[in-house]
């Protein structure tokens, strides 16, 4: 696309996922040695968590229509379910009109808002995320309703109804808790092998 290799886009799609922005990434690339503007790598990041963001569209129909098959990623592990939300800020351009003779500069407005998180991984009989093992990270800007339908694709496509165990993670959010036994029904979780636990921190939290 545009010149750029698929182990470019790779590299470029890693870094700017690992760096806290484009201008350091853009900078790491240097290091590396290709040689890109901010711009380019801004525009390659952007076209590349949008084909994420349709493959993922496209495989979230496709369990609404029951065609996902199930994985075998879960099967015979202890699974661990977290969820929780998170704070972003996010920068919207204003339109103002441009004066004769004054320097135009473009004003935006910042919000707060609440992305929707999960994470899902292997856990040992401690706890502890499986050695060997990496997390699956997922979120939204939707709402809850939409986060708790993505932990159900995700557990199914993954085999979590085939898994020793199932543990929900969270603080005592009511937008968590009430929708639990939903994912449970619709990922074909068996209730008896599922437990919920209140995360430690925000207990002890709570108790102070």
């Given at each position: 696309r545009k010149?750029?290799?698929?182990?470019?886009?790779?590299?470029?799609?890693?870094?700017?996922?690992?760096l806290p922005s484009i201008a350091l990434a853009r900078d790491e690339l240097r290091r590396q040695g290709p040689t890109l503007d901010e711009k380019t790598v801004h525009r390659m990041t952007r076209q590349l968590g949008?084909?994420?963001?349709?493959?993922r569209t496209r495989d979230l129909q496709r369990f609404r229509d029951g065609?996902?098959?199930?994985?075998?990623?879960m099967a015979d592990q202890h699974v661990v379910a977290e969820v929780d939300g998170g704070r972003v800020r996010i920068r919207t351009p204003i339109e103002t009109k441009k004066r004769?003779?004054?320097?135009?500069?473009r004003k935006i407005r910042?919000?707060?808002?609440?992305?929707?998180l999960l994470i899902l991984y292997l856990s040992d009989r401690k706890g502890r995320m499986l050695k060997?093992?990496?997390?699956?990270?997922?979120?939204t800007m939707n709402g809850p309703?939409?986060?708790m339908e993505l932990m159900a694709f995700h557990l199914h496509r993954l085999g979590a109804a085939r898994?020793?165990?199932?543990?929900?993670?969270?603080?005592?959010?009511?937008?968590?808790?009430?929708?639990?036994?939903?994912?449970?029904?619709?990922?074909?979780?068996?209730?008896?092998r599922t437990e919920r636990v209140l995360d430690c921190y925000h207990a002890a939290h709570h108790v102070s």
């Amino acid at each position: 696309r545009k010149g750029a290799t698929p182990a470019l886009q790779n590299q470029v799609g890693r870094l700017t996922a690992l760096l806290p922005s484009i201008a350091l990434a853009r900078d790491e690339l240097r290091r590396q040695g290709p040689t890109l503007d901010e711009k380019t790598v801004h525009r390659m990041t952007r076209q590349l968590g949008a084909e994420v963001v349709a493959t993922r569209t496209r495989d979230l129909q496709r369990f609404r229509d029951g065609r996902l098959t199930a994985g075998l990623e879960m099967a015979d592990q202890h699974v661990v379910a977290e969820v929780d939300g998170g704070r972003v800020r996010i920068r919207t351009p204003i339109e103002t009109k441009k004066r004769k003779g004054v320097k135009h500069r473009r004003k935006i407005r910042v919000e707060w808002r609440e992305p929707k998180l999960l994470i899902l991984y292997l856990s040992d009989r401690k706890g502890r995320m499986l050695k060997g093992t990496r997390p699956w990270i997922d979120g939204t800007m939707n709402g809850p309703d939409h986060l708790m339908e993505l932990m159900a694709f995700h557990l199914h496509r993954l085999g979590a109804a085939r898994a020793k165990a199932v543990s929900f993670v969270s603080d005592g959010a009511p937008w968590i808790w009430n929708r639990l036994d939903w994912v449970t029904g619709r990922a074909g979780l068996d209730p008896k092998r599922t437990e919920r636990v209140l995360d430690c921190y925000h207990a002890a939290h709570h108790v102070s």
